[in-house]
């Protein structure tokens, strides 16, 4: 097995300076024309490798959205660091960042609020959460692509945060805390990830910490800009200095 995914591996490795015939792949791993032929049709069914008209084989979309999911992770989070700092010492309540990954959250980042001081509660960094139990969850679901879905075929709470451009929850996960989320958005005006502020109900009332609702929505449109998506400019002049008209480049 560990020899197949050697060979896999290294086809998919050759593969990256452009298409290659069987031949050529079965040369790459040194193995006759059938063993490769069973190793690319598995990568094809997959989705890892394309079989051309011409019957040569290059990468496939599965390899390239991958790529692309993990570098606009690692690449979100630098950029959010500095602005989720700022809400967090401004406020003192809980900063969290996450991405939507295999149809679960994802959390990048956490900053704890000043209630988590010595409390036994871990960080939720690198921690899962079904997407549509959470805040941040359904902000990242009613961002995916529609696929020819109009909005009123969403789930209605699915459409209202796509509409209204955020998303509360209070007793998130079932534990005593309340908690709004916001997009942030990609290059291609979809959402990349989410950041949300969250404090126990016990310490915030939920209608107090929607009273943070544009704070957030100006972190998260922050964020955007920095990262060069193309968000709907709110209040980010006034609070964060962000400009909606200057915008950086990903190109």
């Not at 050697?6 to 290659?20: C, E, F, M």
């Not at 979100?76 to 003192?92: E, K, M, T």
């Not at 060069?228 to 964060?240: A, K, Q, V, Y």
């Amino acid at each position: 097995m560990s020899q197949s995914v050697d060979r896999a591996l290294t086809i998919l490795g050759s593969l990256g300076d452009g298409p290659v015939t069987l031949e050529q792949a079965a040369t790459s791993i040194g193995v006759h024309k059938s063993t490769a032929l069973r190793l690319l049709r598995t990568l094809e069914e997959h989705g890892f490798v394309h079989r051309q008209s011409d019957r040569r084989y290059r990468l496939g979309g599965r390899v390239l959205s991958l790529a692309h999911r993990a570098l606009e992770e690692i690449d979100v989070r630098q950029i959010a660091a500095p602005y989720l700092a700022a809400l967090h010492r401004r406020f003192g309540v809980t900063v969290q960042l996450a991405v939507l990954q295999d149809g679960e959250v994802l959390y990048l980042d956490e900053l704890a609020g000043r209630w988590r001081a010595g409390s036994a509660r871990p960080s939720r960094i690198g921690r899962r959460a079904p997407a549509a139990g959470t805040a941040i969850g359904r902000v990242l679901l009613a961002g995916l692509p529609e696929d020819g879905l109009r909005e009123e075929e969403l789930p209605a709470e699915l459409a209202k945060v796509r509409r209204q451009g955020w998303a509360a929850e209070s007793a998130e996960l079932r534990e005593p805390v309340a908690c709004l989320a916001a997009p942030v958005a990609g290059s291609a005006g979809r959402p990349v990830a989410a950041c949300a502020v969250s404090a126990p109900t016990y310490e915030m009332a939920p209608f107090e910490l929607v009273r943070l609702l544009p704070e957030l929505l100006c972190t998260a449109e922050a964020i955007s800009l920095a990262y060069g998506g193309s968000p709907t400019p709110r209040w980010c002049e006034n609070r964060c200095g962000a400009t909606p008209a200057v915008r950086a480049s990903r190109t």
